[in-house]
């Protein structure tokens, strides 16, 4: 990663660490999880494990082609996908990890390229909106889960399961709604607050999210991965049964 794109120094102000850490953790986490979602969506066949769901596999849709089982985390995996890809926190990431372009808001680009975030081939950034239209029906889908996970062959359950998936789906939630184009859905389209005070209070409300949302970008991100691993071992026969009792 310490390319010559790195020989012009940029100091960070607010960081002591070297200015090549930032695009390399990105690289590194974003690629493992890349690959372990793209296995799990294309190789895997069920998210189930006794109540638990894993959130990759909701809604649950097994559908067949000439007695071919389609992937069914593909009919769920195109929401999040591009939700994520088109979120305004992760483009930063990957333009600065992936392409180091650019490397920072302040910093000069050495090689003076022109940053086309929302242009050309990066035109389908501006499908974010409708993005997160399809993530926030997700986002109910994972709460109904969540509730029913609570519920095992005809009685009432707690398990480790049930706290991992509710931690999932809080940190989903607050990732999803202080998303930007939400809170311009919000309150973005007003310029007179006093005349609409619900909706500045509920603007309000995404704000407090919204200042955290790289935050919430990286935690959801991780909630995601460890809720899906869990179940996954489940799944495998890896827990044995004693996670369901
Ligand atoms: S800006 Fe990140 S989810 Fe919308």
Not at 16 to 31: E, Q
Not at 42 to 63: C, D, I
Not at 94 to 102: D, I, S
Not at 166 to 193: E, K, M, P, Q
């Amino acid at each position: 990663m310490r390319s010559k794109r790195f020989r012009g120094r940029i100091r960070n102000p607010y960081s002591k660490l070297p200015d090549w850490i930032y695009p390399t953790s990105i690289v590194v986490v974003f690629s493992l999880f890349i690959i372990y979602s793209t296995a799990v969506v294309l190789f895997e066949t069920t998210g189930r494990f006794g109540p638990y769901l894993s959130p990759f596999f909701s809604p649950e849709l097994n559908l067949r082609l000439g007695g071919f089982l389609i992937p069914p985390a593909l009919w769920v995996a195109w929401a999040p996908l591009a939700f994520r890809l088109t979120c305004y926190y992760y483009r930063k990431a990957y333009f600065r990890g992936f392409l180091l372009h650019p490397r920072s808001c302040a910093g000069t680009d050495p090689e003076k390229r022109d940053y086309r975030g929302e242009t050309r081939l990066w035109t389908f950034n501006n499908l974010h909106r409708y993005a997160f239209y399809a993530t926030a029906i997700q986002t109910l889908i994972l709460i109904y889960d969540a509730g029913i996970a609570f519920s095992y062959q005809g009685s009432f359950h707690f398990g480790l399961g049930n706290v991992i998936m509710l931690v999932n789906v809080v940190c989903l939630l607050g990732y999803t709604y202080g998303c930007h184009a939400w809170r311009h859905l919000i309150g973005g389209s007003t310029d007179c607050f006093s005349c609409h005070k619900t909706r500045f209070r509920l603007w309000r409300g995404v704000t407090v999210l919204n200042v955290n949302h790289a935050t919430w970008a990286w935690v959801s991100m991780f909630t995601v991965w460890f809720t899906d691993i869990y179940i996954r071992l489940g799944v495998h026969g890896l827990l044995g049964h004693s996670a369901l009792l």
